[in-house]
């Protein structure tokens, strides 16, 4: 799925919402993500800020960056140890 990247952050990018809507984003992502068969994402603990620092906080917009975090996340429920 190689447009994933760019469609959840375009989806951020242009929502109605100025502090964005990464919920509404994340259903959007999940649909796709079953109309291809793939699993859904699913943000752990620990996943959630580094999810964060690639959508809404980030300074630069990186849909590759983006796409193989989220990738990383569906196919090996990346967790982060918050020790």
Do not use: C
């Amino acid at each position: 799925m190689k447009e994933l990247g760019f469609i959840h952050n375009e989806f951020q990018h242009i929502h109605p919402f100025s502090d964005g809507n990464s919920r509404t984003t994340r259903l959007i992502t999940n649909w796709l993500l079953t109309k291809f068969k793939l699993p859904i994402l699913i943000l752990k603990k620990g996943a959630f800020e580094k999810y964060m620092l690639q959508t809404k906080m980030s300074k630069v917009r990186s849909d590759k960056d983006l796409r193989s975090f989220l990738l990383h996340v569906i196919f090996h429920e990346e967790t982060v140890n918050n020790d």
